[in-house]
């Protein structure tokens, strides 16, 4: 049975499909920063940063805007966020100066900070365990089929001129109505007393350390791939946003099955597989030739990056009492984005060293190892090992 798609439904997903906009649709305009402001000092750094500097705002902001929603409600902060959103991402557009670049980019982190704390809350709130479930199914598909339309168009126009992905952001603004007249606040217990509250429970620590560790990985897909493909392998903008594209693709297809495969696998089991399936895609990349082959490695990590959100905001909502979802998505959000914002200052140490080529090989075999050393610990476990 699948969810039934109300106008409240639709427009939550327009929502979640905006943040996956938050980086990724400039990510083919990043060697071209890189040689526009060539003389900056660590541009090589500065031009991702360009990427993740949201993701540093929101993790710095996501857990006030949590304890702000459970306050005050979730929807007029909702639809503060969505103008926030095409007002940073836009400015982009309009401006030559580094320095006015990144301003613009920290008030699109504030903006997504504020949208994704407050949908993950919505999404508790207005569905339950099985109904939830299904719901982010079809929130993963979703953002997945968005994010290649939109970096896909990014990745086209991207080769006309660097500015030009930043007017994707005006999409904003096409969502607000959506929000305004069909996202209403939730019927729910919204002013809670201090000491009526439950403190963040212990068990949530590994999810918001899983999700650290998630986007680390992940996120070498936006900030390493364009470089890889335009510097190493020699290849136009838009083939970056055709490889992204299918990953997004096999995304959706994995994301809007997450429901099913809850039935048959623990989250530990899920953990396993997105490790697997990410872990082989990295370490292919390492191998292959040419760029053609990385449509092949995009299909796997997408498979992989398909249950890596869908899973650990489930296991989130499973855990977080309803007194503190707002905090506690809040949270998560912070744990997520501060793993992108890490990501380039993690790895671009290593591929200064090694090659960017490389970086995926030996990340693709940590994960794999990850991966067994999760499924023996879970063994052991079970008392079938001594």
């Known amino acids: 049975m699948i969810l039934p798609i ?7 997903l327009l929502v979640s499909m905006l943040t996956m906009l938050s980086g990724t649709v400039i990510v083919a305009s990043l060697p071209s920063i890189s040689k526009v402001f060539v003389d900056i000092p660590h541009i090589d750094i500065v031009a991702r940063l360009i990427l993740t500097l949201p993701s540093l705002v929101i993790a710095i902001t996501a857990p006030f805007f949590g304890v702000l929603s459970d306050r005050i409600g979730r929807r007029p902060l909702l639809l503060v966020s969505l103008v926030l959103f095409s007002i940073g991402g836009v400015s982009g557009y309009f401006f030559d100066r580094i320095e006015m670049i990144l301003a613009g980019r920290a008030l699109l982190g504030l903006a997504v900070a504020i949208m994704m704390t407050v949908t993950t809350a919505l999404v508790a709130d207005y569905y339950h365990e099985h109904e939830r479930h299904r719901f982010m199914s079809l929130q993963g598909a979703f953002s997945a089929l968005g994010g290649i339309l939109f970096i896909s168009g990014g990745s086209f126009l991207a080769d006309y001129n660097w500015h030009m992905p930043f007017l994707v952001y005006l999409v904003g603004l096409a969502v607000f109505p959506f929000a305004y007249f069909f996202i209403s606040e939730p019927q729910r217990h919204t002013y809670i007393s201090e000491s009526d509250e439950q403190p963040i429970s212990p068990r949530l620590y590994p999810i918001y350390l899983s999700a650290f560790f998630l986007m680390v ?3 070498m897909l936006p900030t390493q791939m364009p470089f890889l493909m335009i510097e190493h392998f020699h290849a136009k903008g838009v083939y970056v946003g055709a490889v992204i594209s ?10 809007f099955n997450f429901s099913k495969l809850k039935k048959h696998l623990s989250f530990r089991g899920m953990y396993i597989l997105l490790f697997v399936l990410i872990g082989i895609g990295f370490s292919a990349i390492g191998l292959v030739p040419s760029f053609e082959y990385l449509f092949l490695t995009a299909a796997l990590m997408g498979l992989g990056s398909g249950l890596m959100m869908t899973t650990t905001n489930a296991w989130l909502l499973s855990q977080a009492h309803q007194s503190k979802r707002g905090k506690a998505a809040g949270i998560l959000t912070s744990s997520l984005f501060f793993g992108q914002f890490c990501s380039p200052l993690f790895t671009q140490p290593i591929v200064r060293l090694i090659g960017v080529q490389h970086l995926f090989s030996v990340v693709g075999g940590i994960l794999l190892v990850v991966a067994l050393s999760l499924y023996l610990f879970g063994y052991i476990r079970r008392g079938l090992v001594y």
Request: zero cysteines; glycine letters at 0%; proline letters at 0%.
């Open 246 to 255: 299918t990953a997004m693709s096999f995304n959706a297809m994995m994301a």
């Open 6 to 12: 109300s106008m409240r439904t639709l427009s939550l």
């Open 217 to 219: 990985i992940f996120y």
